[in-house]
């Protein structure tokens, strides 16, 4: 099943746009600082985008294929979140993105998913 393999790239709207604009996504300066791209499972993207965000910031979600992005992806704790995330270690092509959610609340996430 699709959303079974998806993990998830939290993007304000122009960062979305920069990304289908150039075809692939290097990384948000956050992620540039870590050395990967941060990505949640689906169970975490909502805590991820309030934690990260807050509340009342338009996102955008990216249903991402782990298995189009092969040995990129790594699972690894985070410090002090007692649970593995995904790490994509390289460059996120569009052609790995599965879906695009808009939400207008980082809050809403849940809504706008499929499950």
Do not use: N
Not at 47 to 54: H, I, Q
Request: hydrophobic share 40%; charged share 20%; aromatic share 10%.
């Amino acid at each position: 099943m699709l959303w079974g393999m998806a993990i998830y790239k939290l993007l304000r709207p122009a960062e979305w746009a920069e990304f289908q604009a150039a075809g692939q996504f290097d990384g948000t300066p956050f992620d540039h600082e870590s050395g990967f791209i941060h990505c949640s499972s689906r169970e975490q993207v909502q805590t991820t985008a309030l934690r990260v965000f807050g509340p009342r910031t338009p996102l955008v979600v990216l249903a991402v294929s782990e298995e189009d992005l092969g040995g990129t992806v790594k699972w690894e704790l985070a410090p002090g979140r007692g649970e593995a995330f995904p790490h994509i270690y390289g460059t996120l092509p569009l052609s790995a993105v599965t879906g695009a959610f808009e939400a207008d609340d980082a809050s809403e996430l849940d809504d706008v998913l499929p499950d």
